[in-house]
């Protein structure tokens, strides 16, 4: 099985700065992207940005030039600094990563999600 623990959530205000934290623990083989998530209250989870173990990124528009992901492949842990926070960033934010287990089996797994409240 396999863990991921989020941490580094909590409320700022706009215009504020916070830096997310996912750790992954358990059978890992191999991690291939890890990334981050979002679901607001009565809205569909979306994406906010992956990274590859290789470093290759993708950020959703509304973040671009304000989130930055990151990835330590030996702690396998994946970061997001989050700035210039708005209030529509407010959500529950969910850690992601498609790991193989063996040599043959990957799945995506899911953390259980922090909190982020940005005030106005």
């Known amino acids: 099985q396999v863990q991921l623990v989020e941490s580094g959530g909590g409320l700022v205000q706009a215009g504020g700065s916070l830096r997310l934290s996912c750790a992954a623990s358990?059978?890992?083989?191999?991690?291939?992207?890890m990334g981050w998530y979002r679901q607001a209250p009565g809205k569909q989870r979306e994406l906010v940005a992956t990274?590859?173990?290789?470093?290759?990124?993708n950020y959703a528009d509304s973040v671009k030039g304000r989130f930055t992901i990151s990835i330590d492949n030996a702690k396998k842990m994946v970061y997001v600094q989050m700035n210039s926070l708005k209030p529509e960033d407010t959500a529950v934010y969910y850690c992601?990563?498609?790991?193989?287990?063996?040599?043959?089996?990957?799945?995506?797994?899911w953390g259980q999600g922090t909190q982020v409240t940005v005030s106005s």
């Open positions: 358990g059978t890992i083989f191999s991690i291939n992207t």
């Open positions: 992601n990563a498609n790991v193989r287990t063996t040599s043959a089996v990957s799945r995506p797994y």
């Open positions: 990274i590859t173990s290789s470093g290759d990124t």
